[in-house]
Each structure stands twice: as structure tokens, then as C-alpha cells.
């Protein structure tokens, strides 16, 4: 990079005792890991607050179980908090694909009715809406969102697909493939206004989003907090509002069943519930080392700087621009367009991912969206401003380099 470059650079965030940020975490450092959107990354101190609770389980197995759900319920007063919602609205689930998962097996029948998702829906999610769709004998209407579509236009894209046979609307707060926010705070307005339930995809929103449900009306919302937020894996919310929560059931059937919402969730059997017990140490490392106004502001600023880093060495290669309007964009994360003949479905996204793990070393995130191959940059506190320029430099040739390869 040039001296101009590199002077933009955000600075590393170091911890309390001068180390780099990466020395909390257990990460390889032969690898480059600039995919924290996809699967988090939990720092030592939550990790060892997990293995002390697995140690504590396993040596007084019938102490545990029985005490376990009066433990949880105090879990999720701590992690409601974090969100910003009552305790009281809050379950815990083991990620949001489950939350949502919850949803769809819970609902009434509703016969002949539609289900109205967007084509920048996770696609699980997406896939869970057409298993219910069927099961109700009815349909999934897809609203097409431009890659651009700015608040306005977006809005007006989701709700043209919804009517009077509209029995469910599921959203994306901030989109996985295409990394950018939904305006799902005037869909949910609207939704509510019509009588039609919502259901919010926010998988990515805890601890990218300081507020995720400020100013948000919806029936049902799922989020992540192995991702952003950095909790042991397995630990999602599910968060229920309205008259529909109380049809709400764990996937597992198990002595809570009895129970109100959200409290049958505490009680699932013997399953290894450590992980939502460890999630207040990892919030806890973030907000005391650094803040988490403070991590989130780093984590804009870099992932900034490796938009236009990696995006100034892609054009240099194809001779096109490679940054990307996403309309309304979200901190932490950024898009780059890669060169034509890379990541052009997701199953060729996929074996990407897999190809530049294995041979150049970095764990990194490629999506397709409307046929069209995207790396998406993710930057969390432990990343450097030297990772993406080292993927700049290193990677995007070898980039280049297949896309001719796969073009001819």
C-alpha cells in the first residue's frame, strides 16, 4: 500500500496492558480471519467461564439440571438488558435460525395463507417459510429489493407484496448475503397497522446494533449473539411481543412445557446450556477493555478502510469500480464486487470460501446475490487495518487470477 494508504488507517485497539486485541481470543494466527459476520469469535475470558461451568455441571450432574433454570432466567434478565428488551419478552435459543424455527412451528394453521419474504433473506430462513407455506397449502410471495433501494424504496418493495392473504412477513434487520439494513422499522409500522404478523431476521444485529429493537414493532425477532456480541456458539435471543407469544414452544418438548413464554425455554432436558451462562463474561470483556460504543466505532472505521483498500485493488485489476451501494449500509460490514466469474451462486460462493481458506491462508466471507459474486468484509475489534491490506495486496491477484481461469 502507499504511504497515503496506509496513513488513513484506523489504529489497532490494544487491550488494558498494551497487547493487540487478537491475544484475547484463541484464533490461528497462521490464518487471516476477516469473516467475523459468520460465525463470531469468543474471546479466552468466555471461554474459560464456559469450561468452568461444563466442570461444574459434570461433577454434580443432579445439582445442576434442577437449579439450571432458575440460572438461566438470571442469564436472560442480564442479556435482556444488553438488547434492551424486558426479560419478560426474551427466550433463549440456540441461534437464530431456531428462533425463527420456533415461529413457524408455532403458528396456526392458516389455510391457503401467503408468506411474504424478500430475495435477500437468509436462505434457511427463507427455506423454513416455504416448508410452512406448504404445510398451510398456500404460497411464498418474494419481494425483490434493489441492491441500492434506499429506506423508501425498499419499504415500498416489501409491502407491494403484501395483502389481504398476507398471514406472515418476514424481514431482515441486516441482510446476510448482501450486508445491508432492511427499513424494518416502517414495514413493522405498517405490518402492525394492517394486522399482519412480522418476523424479524436479525441475526446479525446484537452488538453490531447498540439498540436492535429501539423503535421496532414487530410480533417476533431473532437475533445472534455468538456473532457480533462474541457469546459462547449456541446463544441466540428470541424476542415475542403480542398476542401471538404465548403460542410459542421450544423445538424440544420437556418438563417447562407447562410453563408461561419465555420461561418453558429455560428447562431442555440435559442439553449443555454452559454457553448462555458464559455470554454476560464475553459482553462484559468487550465493555470493560474498550466500551461497546467504542468497539462498534473501530469496527465501522475499519471495515471503512477495507472497502477502499480492497476495492481500489480489485479495480486496479478488472479496471472497473468495485465498491458497491448497498442503499442503506451497516456498520462493521462492507461489500466488495469481485471479478466476473467468481462467487457467481452461493454454492460457488461456498467452495470460494473453502478454496481461499485452504490455499491463501484467510478466512474470509463470499456471497452472491442476483448473479453477481461479492466478497464481504467483516471487521471486529481484533482485526488490524494490516489483515485487509494483506488481502489486498496477496489475495486479490490470486482472485484475479482464477475469475480469468474461470471464464475460459
Known sequence: MSETDVSTAPRPLLLSDGRPAAQA????????????????????????????????????????????????????????????????????????????????ASLERRAGGEIVVTDHGYGAVTMGAERLA??????VRTAHVPLDAGEQQAYEAVMAEVGDATDLLVVDQITSA???????????????????????DGAHAPGLLAAPLD???????????????CAPRGTAGLVARGPLRDGLHPLIDSWGAPDPYP??????????????????????????TWGWDAARRHMDELAGYAER????????LTG??????????????????????LADSRTAAD???????????????????????YVRLSAHVYNTAEDYEYFAERCVPVLGAWARAART
Open 351 to 373: 467452495a470460494l470460501r473453502d478454496r481461499v481458506a485452504a490455499e491463501l491462508g484467510v478466512e474470509a466471507a463470499f456471497t452472491a446475490f442476483d448473479g453477481i459474486g
Open 215 to 229: 423503535g421496532l414493532t414487530c410480533d417476533f425477532w431473532a437475533g445472534n449473539l455468538h456473532k457480533w456480541a
Open 178 to 200: 448482501t450486508a445491508r439494513r432492511l427499513p424494518v422499522e416502517l414495514i413493522g409500522a405498517e405490518a402492525a397497522r394492517r394486522g399482519v404478523p412480522l418476523l424479524v
Open 263 to 288: 420461561d418453558r425455554f429455560d428447562q431442555q432436558g440435559t442439553v449443555d446450556a454452559t454457553n448462555y451462562l458464559a455470554t454476560q463474561t464475553a459482553l462484559d470483556f468487550v465493555d470493560r
Open 134 to 139: 406448504r404445510r398451510w397449502g398456500g404460497r
Open 25 to 104: 481470543w484463541s484464533l490461528d494466527p497462521a490464518l487471516r480471519h476477516l469473516n467475523h459476520g459468520s460465525f463470531g469469535a469468543v474471546p479466552l475470558v468466555a471461554q474459560e467461564r464456559q469450561n468452568e461451568l461444563r466442570a461444574e455441571m459434570e461433577r454434580a450432574p443432579v445439582v445442576w439440571f434442577p437449579e439450571l433454570p432458575g440460572r438461566l432466567a438470571a442469564a436472560r434478565t442480564d442479556l435482556a438488558a444488553f438488547l434492551g428488551v424486558d426479560a419478560g419478552d426474551l427466550a433463549l435459543v440456540p441461534n437464530a435460525s431456531a428462533g425463527v424455527s420456533v415461529v413457524y
Open 320 to 341: 472497473e469500480d468495485a465498491l458497491v451501494d448497498v442503499g442503506m449500509p451497516v456498520p462493521g460490514m462492507r461489500l466488495v464486487r469481485l471479478p466476473d466469474g
Open 309 to 316: 483498500v480492497v476495492g481500489a485493488a480489485v479495480a486496479e
